[in-house]
């Protein structure tokens, strides 16, 4: 109990500006009020404007329509309740765990555009397996971009973890390959490899993320075994969209939500479970190597409706 009190207290700090923003207009706009037709109106802009999703919003305020036009619902804090009942009900039983391999290395593909987060979203998830007790290894494929090794090799000798790297602008896949050669040589647990973050609407990349991953599984049986995207909370719908790019290029299993402290519209987790099969596995929710929590529904939404 006590640490479901700590985990929910961590999610509803990282979540701040969407409870009192999101969540704090919701309740100014509807506590105290009688429910009328105008009012269900404006609940429905708010929820499209907070990115929770067409597809949700319209099945929401549908419900509250209809228990208003047969009288079972008659006051804004009726529907407030009704809101947090059913944004909870919207995720079946998932496994949102991290996928491990029968024996070493699992091999963990990280992608993600430049400036959504990628690699300090890496080295978050680096140190949580570290406290965990597994070893780990990183993979510096992000060769295009000036400094990204520069930047994953600072974080590797902050967290006291081995990389592989190759030269500035060289082939992606080739550091893949030796990387998985040196996780397969020195026993690591897991391999996490970086990889280019150009914007994903840029075909070679596409095409490069592909071949990587194919290199892997070449070296390495049933690798990648997780292939995690890493979305800038704040990016809102553009970052469905690159969800789904992604997700045609490199069937990503498991999403990484960055930055979910530096938005006002954590709705956008809604609108990512309406709009893709893609399970959010973790959220980012701060600055630090410690400010990284897997995702769990339930808490969230309460951290989300909490006082």
């Given at each position: 109990?006590?640490?479901?009190?700590s985990l929910?207290?961590?999610?509803?700090?990282?979540?701040?500006?969407?409870?009192?923003?999101?969540?704090?207009?919701?309740?100014?706009?509807?506590?105290?009020?009688?429910?009328?037709?105008?009012?269900?109106?404006?609940?429905?802009?708010?929820?499209?404007?907070?990115?929770?999703?067409?597809?949700?919003?319209?099945?929401?305020?549908?419900?509250?329509?209809?228990?208003?036009?047969?009288?079972?619902m008659?006051?804004?804090?009726?529907?407030?309740?009704?809101?947090?009942?059913?944004?909870?009900?919207?995720?079946?039983?998932?496994?949102?765990?991290?996928?491990?391999?029968?024996?070493?290395?699992?091999?963990?593909?990280?992608?993600?555009?430049?400036?959504?987060?990628?690699?300090?979203?890496?080295?978050?998830?680096?140190?949580?397996?570290?406290?965990?007790?597994?070893?780990?290894?990183?993979?510096?494929?992000?060769?295009?971009?000036?400094?990204?090794?520069?930047?994953?090799?600072?974080?590797?000798?902050?967290?006291?973890?081995?990389?592989?790297?190759?030269?500035?602008?060289?082939?992606?896949?080739?550091?893949?390959?030796?990387?998985?050669?040196?996780?397969?040589?020195?026993?690591?647990?897991?391999?996490?490899?970086?990889?280019?973050?150009?914007?994903?609407?840029?075909?070679?990349?596409?095409?490069?993320?592909?071949?990587?991953?194919?290199?892997?599984?070449?070296?390495?049986?049933?690798?990648?075994?997780?292939?995690?995207?890493?979305?800038?909370?704040?990016?809102?719908?553009?970052?469905?969209?690159?969800?789904?790019?992604?997700?045609?290029a490199?069937?990503?299993?498991?999403l990484?939500?960055?930055?979910?402290?530096?938005?006002?519209?954590?709705?956008?987790?809604?609108?990512?479970?309406?709009?893709?099969?893609?399970?959010?596995?973790?959220?980012?929710?701060?600055e630090?190597?410690?400010?990284?929590?897997?995702?769990?529904?339930?808490?969230?939404?309460?951290?989300m409706?909490?006082?």
């Open positions: 109990m006590a640490l479901l009190k929910l207290s961590k999610v509803k700090s990282g979540l701040s500006k969407t409870r009192e923003t999101f969540v704090g207009g919701l309740k100014s706009m509807l506590l105290g009020k009688a429910l009328s037709d105008e009012l269900i109106d404006d609940l429905e802009a708010k929820l499209i404007q907070a990115d929770v999703g067409v597809k949700t919003t319209t099945r929401l305020i549908d419900g509250i329509r209809e228990a208003h036009k047969s009288g079972e008659t006051r804004g804090d009726d529907v407030l309740a009704y809101l947090k009942a059913e944004l909870k009900r919207l995720w079946p039983d998932s496994d949102r765990r991290l996928h491990f391999a029968d024996t070493r290395p699992t091999v963990i593909l990280v992608a993600g555009i430049n400036g959504a987060g990628k690699t300090t979203s890496i080295a978050k998830l680096a140190k949580s397996l570290g406290d965990d007790g597994q070893t780990v290894l990183l993979g510096a494929c992000d060769t295009f971009r000036a400094g990204a090794v520069r930047q994953l090799e600072i974080w590797a000798n902050r967290l006291g973890v081995d990389i592989v790297k190759g030269q500035e602008g060289g082939d992606p896949a080739a550091v893949a390959f030796d990387a998985c050669q040196a996780a397969i040589a020195r026993g690591v647990d897991v391999l996490l490899l970086d990889t280019a973050g150009r914007l994903h609407t840029q075909d070679p990349l596409m095409r490069q993320l592909t071949k990587i991953r194919d290199v892997t599984s070449r070296q390495i049986g049933g690798a990648p075994h997780e292939v995690m995207l890493v979305l800038d909370a704040t990016a809102g719908q553009n970052g469905l969209r690159q969800a789904m790019e992604f997700q045609r490199i069937d990503v299993t498991g990484f939500l960055a930055k979910l402290d530096g938005t006002a519209k954590g709705g956008i987790v809604i609108a990512i479970r309406e709009q893709t099969d893609i399970p959010v596995k973790f959220v980012g929710l701060g630090t190597l410690d400010d990284v929590q897997p995702f769990d529904p339930d808490t969230f939404i309460e951290a409706f909490e006082e």
